[in-house]
């Protein structure tokens, strides 16, 4: 019942922020990144607390949490499944084949004991999206039709109250590319519909299943004028220094129910994003982080914004951290942990910087659910060997 005022997230405003504590706005024009407060440095406030072997190097995918669990999507070899933490140890658990450059699966979790995979599989022009239940996963939940030959392999999804798994991926369009879903309830898939509009380039997409509504986000991307296009069939030209996201609101047809809205400026260099939704309210309560990949100077790494939504109008965008290598930055708990452009780690709390020789040569993955003291996350060694618990104050 706390989701039945989701659609509330298309029709009510929102005075102020809640939720987890953000960094102060500036009050001169957001967009403008010199002008943003930028964080001091600090001494390390992060410790390894302990190391948990996995069976083996594997490819690991996104986390997902439930009760003192950890889920997180994993390949080894060609195998697709998922690996399990307690806090102490990790099973790896087999639920798919899987081939050539596919993606790990993407976990769902309902409760402590449900788990769904999302992921593709099949090779070449046989390759699709499939849902699976890991407690019996001979038998998909459902399958999204084969897609066209595309070098993407970005794709979403969220699990909704009643059972049924809202499936959200990118495929080549007239336009370059559009963002296209399907819903997967009683063993089948719907036909697959369009998100993005059309005339927009849109990719990497990221779902949210909030009551009645489902909530896209993409990455949109600046077209190039037409002297500068491709040629056919490649499709009109992308201009790489120009990207944003773009946040649209839909009701269990596809049909949207709010006015195309832009979560960052169109002035930016969006390379991916992610959202945050630790505890689930209403109205909602989400955090979009987002990497811009914008230098003042060369091989200074880009800027993490982060974007609060609570209403039909996204907060200002908020400078979180700088120096940022690669990906988005893991933003939990008020604290956002990241890789530098050196690869070194570090973290960003209360506007203050640190750099931390605890997350050197790791990618942080998700926080604890449990956490006894501080802030305790989950973060995977770089060869996929081992993951470790590293404690933050």
């Known amino acids: 019942m706390r989701f039945v005022f989701g659609m509330a997230l298309l029709y009510m405003g929102c005075s102020s922020f809640c939720g987890t504590p953000k960094p102060t706005p500036q009050e001169e024009d957001p967009t403008d990144r010199d002008a943003a407060p930028h964080a001091v440095e600090g001494k390390p406030r992060c410790d390894s607390q302990a190391k948990i072997a996995l069976p083996g190097a594997m490819e690991l995918g996104r986390a997902r949490t439930t009760g003192s669990r950890v889920i997180i999507g994993a390949r080894r070899k060609n195998r697709a499944g998922y690996v399990d933490v307690d806090g102490v140890t990790a099973r790896f658990i087999e639920v798919s084949d899987v081939t050539g450059d596919m993606p790990p699966p993407l976990p769902l979790v309902s409760g402590e004991k449900k788990i769904f995979l999302v992921g593709y599989e099949g090779a070449g022009k046989t390759r699709h999206l499939v849902a699976r239940d890991a407690a019996e996963p001979t038998k998909a939940l459902g399958e999204l039709p084969a897609e066209p030959p595309d070098e993407s392999l970005a794709f979403d999804a969220a699990l909704r109250l009643d059972g ?67 040629a056919p069939p490649e499709g009109a030209g992308q201009d790489l220094d120009k990207t944003w996201i773009e946040m649209l609101g839909f009701d269990d047809g596809f049909h949207a129910t709010s006015p195309l809205r832009h979560v960052t400026p169109d002035t930016g260099r969006v390379t991916t994003f992610d959202l945050v939704n630790e505890a689930p309210s209403v109205p909602p309560s989400i955090d979009v982080v987002a990497r811009d990949g914008i230098e003042m100077h060369a091989g200074e790494g880009g800027t993490a914004i982060v974007v609060h939504v609570s209403g039909p109008e996204p907060g200002a965008p908020v400078v ?29 709390f209360a506007d203050t910087a640190t750099p931390e020789p605890a997350l050197d040569g790791a990618r942080p993955l998700a926080a604890l659910p449990q956490a006894q003291e501080g802030r305790d996350f989950l973060v995977a060694s770089e060869d996929g060997a081992e993951l470790r618990v590293v404690r933050c104050r």
């Open 320 to 348: 979180l951290a700088d120096h940022v290598g690669r990906g988005v930055p893991l933003f939990a708990k008020g604290m956002a942990l990241f890789d530098g452009p050196d690869g070194r780690g570090r973290a960003v």
């Open 164 to 230: 049924s798994i809202v499936v959200a991926w990118d495929a080549p369009s007239d336009d370059g590319s559009a963002v296209m879903a399907s819903v997967i309830r009683g063993g089948k898939a719907s036909e697959p519909a369009r998100l993005s509009p059309k005339e927009v380039d849109a990719d990497t997409p990221r779902v949210l299943a909030l009551g009645p509504t489902i909530l896209a986000m993409w990455i949109a991307h600046r077209p190039l004028p037409k002297t500068d296009a491709a």
